[in-house]
């Protein structure tokens, strides 16, 4: 297993909600990025986290937000849930060196009702 | 033009059989390639990286042709247990930055 750890595993929330996602990273990892993958399509980057400063943000409106803690784990915010943000959440964690090579966490499975 | 193309397939082969998935990337300064393997409802893991050199792995082949911007996958002796969807990655940077990632190719392999 990669050591890339999510909470929640599934999370049922209504438009007009705010949900908070939980990413641990693996150890001696001081990067996270966060991607949002809808059903039959690749992940989507939202943004990553390297040594607790943002690295780099996509095309993702500013109501999700996210945060890195000095331990490296990490969270991403998304307010005003809207029925499009149903999706599969994956968290990256990677080393900062080398190949950019990102090991992904199982995910939380966000379904927007 | 989507950043990174992909077949969406579905390839559907015999047990045994060779089969090639091939993607291209639009951004000729991209520094990283990856395949990565996922499972249905599950996270992808990283199958192998792709060097212009070509990397073999057991079964699997991986190569780059930089001045095509096009990336290649070759299994061979496909067992049931590939049966998975596999994505082209590409990354504009090395250490870090975002991974762009091709819509995938589901692979269905039958007995």
């Known amino acids: 297993e990669t050591g890339v750890t999510q909470s929640p595993t599934h999370l049922i929330k209504t438009r007009g909600q705010q949900v908070t996602l939980r990413c641990s990273s693996q150890?001696?990892?001081?990067?996270v990025s966060w991607y949002q993958q809808a059903l039959g399509q690749g992940p989507q980057f939202i943004f990553q986290?390297?040594?607790?400063?943002?690295?780099g943000r996509g095309n993702f409106p500013p109501r999700f937000s996210g945060l890195q803690f000095p331990n490296y784990s990490s969270e991403l915010n998304v307010n005003a849930l809207e029925l499009d943000d149903s999706a599969l959440y994956l968290c990256?964690?990677?080393?900062?060196?080398?190949?950019?090579?990102?090991?992904f966490g199982a995910g939380t499975r966000l379904s927007v009702l | 033009r989507k950043e990174v193309e992909q077949d969406p397939g579905p390839f559907n082969v015999p047990e045994g059989a060779t089969v090639a998935f091939n993607c291209t990337y639009s951004?000729?300064?991209?520094?990283?390639f990856f395949w990565y393997r996922q499972d249905c409802r599950k996270e992808p893991k990283l199958l192998m990286s792709?060097?212009?050199s070509g990397n073999e792995d057991g079964r699997f082949t991986a190569q780059l042709n930089r001045a095509s911007q096009y990336i290649s996958l070759l299994i061979r002796d496909s067992k049931l247990s590939d049966s998975a969807t596999y994505l082209c990655?590409?990354?504009?940077?090395?250490?870090?930055?975002?991974?762009?990632f091709g819509q995938g190719t589901t692979l269905q392999v039958k007995p």
């Open positions: 990256a964690s990677s080393s900062g060196t080398g190949k950019n090579i990102q090991y």
């Open positions: 150890s001696g990892h001081n990067t």
């Open positions: 986290y390297y040594r607790e400063e943002e690295n």
């Open positions: 951004n000729s300064a991209s520094q990283s």
């Open positions: 792709v060097y212009s």
């Open positions: 990655v590409v990354s504009l940077t090395s250490n870090t930055g975002k991974l762009i």
